[in-house]
């Protein structure tokens, strides 16, 4: 696919809230955007990328021998309950109740 074909074009200006240079050259040339403060979307172009080094990597560690799993983003409360973090992280974690009123917090 061309770069004409993409769906979001190139940054010509440096932006601003860009310190590090990684930082600067993905959002100059498109590959993410800034949606909030630390918040960034992987756009077409840099989606294609991240697919690619993640398949670069499953390839890598099936030649290894190695086994890939999958673990859920939701995660109950009693592990961070057991390490003290529930109350640590406070109203900066993301908290709800499923239906049966037990706690869980997006990990």
Same mark, same amino acid.
């Given at each position: 696919m061309r770069m004409s074909q993409l769906l979001f074009s190139t940054q010509r200006e440096v932006p601003s809230e860009a310190e590090a240079e990684s930082h600067v050259l993905l959002l100059k040339a498109g590959m993410i955007r800034r949606l909030a403060a630390g918040v960034y979307a992987l756009m077409p172009l840099g989606f294609r990328v991240f697919k690619k080094i993640e398949n670069i990597i499953r390839e890598e560690m099936d %030649?290894?021998?190695?086994?890939?799993?999958?673990?859920? %983003?939701?995660?109950?409360a009693e592990y961070y309950q057991q390490s003290g973090r529930w109350d640590v992280f406070g109203t900066e974690m993301v908290k709800f109740k499923d239906r049966n009123g037990r706690d869980f917090c997006l990990g």
């Open positions: %030649a290894a021998g190695a086994q890939e799993l999958v673990m859920s %983003a939701f995660l109950p």
